[in-house]
């Protein structure tokens, strides 16, 4: 991929300049979904498939944009003086938004820049495609201007970013990890106080597999959105009568009590997954360190059917993958991201990864005719410089 890299700037750039090549991981989440904007843990690891960028500094204020993945696009020519949102830039409207943020904030970007970006990370399959771009050209900003962001405030400014210039009211999950994650580690991150611990992922005979069930859902972000919302509406019943800052601040047992002030249905299920979720995440933390990856999957498997049943942002195919996973050899099967779509991650051992790939790519294809893809989730560092 890095030469690859070096190879697609070259060709829309030209050969004479040397360009510096970054790489920002995508990121899966093992446990702990649609909790990071409740007040709760969550459980990611940053991908070893990605996002590639090589970048070189212009003398002018032009930024000059291309990606190999959108390559019909062809170069999107922009001015450090104009970075309001456009439609028509599609991804690159990413990439602006960082860096108009970091003048807002008065950082020295003092001339424009040609960036090429290519990557093998799918887009729209839930494993966070825009973060990666985000920190990428954050961390290239960064590393080229001497701009010494700590790497906790670059991900709160993509997280920004992807709030108010994109429009996706996401929560910090994504962005964290991708800036601060370590290869062979899941970071256990609680997202209020945002302390975060590593955790090993040093289980050498199974592996963490990615289903990518290759549906997309044009209203993931109106569904997410929503989400939120009711969430929020929850929250705000709730404490009238116990003291809580966030949905997560409550445990099962007081759920038990307090949740049935939530007198309609949709809230009561929301905030109900909320709790469970991130008691499941906690314990789930001391499940991987004990080496019980049983208990772990376990977990998942709770984790997915509560948010099929009870948040509603799964979808038949993300069901199906899970059933049939647990029937083909894994031993923990939920979806991953922000659903309705995209992928399922899975716990299978090493020896029973050929027959389980095989047997979920032939059972989803003759249920829904789509060729789903697969692949082992590998952990790798959050968003860096690379030589080649
Ligand atoms: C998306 C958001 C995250 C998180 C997940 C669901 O990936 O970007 O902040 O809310 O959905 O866990």
């Known amino acids: 991929m890095k030469k690859q890299m070096l190879a697609v700037y070259k060709k829309v750039f030209g050969e004479e300049s040397n360009p510096r090549l970054f790489f920002s991981p995508g990121r899966v989440n093992l446990i702990g979904e649609h909790i990071d904007y409740n007040g709760g843990f969550v459980f990611p690891c940053a991908l070893s498939i990605g996002t590639y960028g090589a970048i070189s500094l212009r003398n002018d204020r032009l930024i000059r944009l291309y990606s190999e993945n959108f390559a019909t696009s062809g170069v999107i020519s922009i001015s450090l003086d104009d970075l309001e949102y ?9 990439l602006k938004g960082v ?3 970091l003048l807002l904030e008065h950082k020295p970007i003092l001339s424009g820049f040609n960036i090429a970006i290519d990557g093998d990370l799918p887009c729209g399959a839930g494993l966070s495609s825009s973060a990666s771009i985000e920190l990428l050209v954050a961390v290239m900003m960064n590393d080229l201007f001497c701009l010494n962001i700590p790497r906790k405030d670059l991900a709160l ?15 910090i999950m994504d962005q964290f990890v991708i800036a601060l994650g370590k290869a062979k580690n899941a970071l256990l991150l609680d997202c209020v106080s945002l302390d975060y611990t590593f955790v090993p992922l040093n289980h050498p005979k199974y592996a963490f597999v990615i289903v990518n069930s290759k549906v997309k859902r044009g ?26 800052s966030e949905l997560c601040d409550l445990n099962e047992e007081q759920f038990q009590n307090y949740g049935l002030f939530l007198i309609d249905p949709v809230l009561y299920r929301r905030a109900k997954h909320a709790v469970t979720e991130n008691a499941r995440t906690i314990n789930a933390n001391h499940q991987l360190l004990a080496g019980d990856l049983h208990a772990f999957g376990e977990a998942m498997i709770a984790s997915h059917w509560s948010l099929s049943d009870d948040f509603e942002v799964s979808c038949p195919e993300l ?3 899970v059933k049939i996973a647990l029937l083909n050899g894994s031993i923990g099967s939920r979806m991953t991201g922000a659903g309705f779509g995209g992928c399922t991650i899975n716990i299978v051992k090493n020896t029973d990864i050929d027959y389980f790939k095989s047997s979920i790519i ?3 294809k003759d249920m829904y005719g789509i060729d789903a893809e697969i692949y082992i989730a590998q952990s790798s560092d959050g968003t860096k410089e690379i030589t080649i």
């Open 219 to 244: 209203l993931v972000d109106s569904k997410y959105n929503e989400r939120r919302r009711e969430c929020e509406t929850a929250k705000k019943i709730l404490q009238k009568y116990i003291p809580i």
């Open 319 to 321: 069901d199906f993958l």
């Open 157 to 171: 400014l993509c997280k920004k970013v992807e709030n108010e210039y994109i429009g996706v009211n996401c929560g």
């Open 86 to 94: 456009q439609k028509s830039h599609t991804w690159a409207n990413y």
């Open 362 to 364: 032939t059972q989803y």
């Open 99 to 101: 860096i108009r943020e």
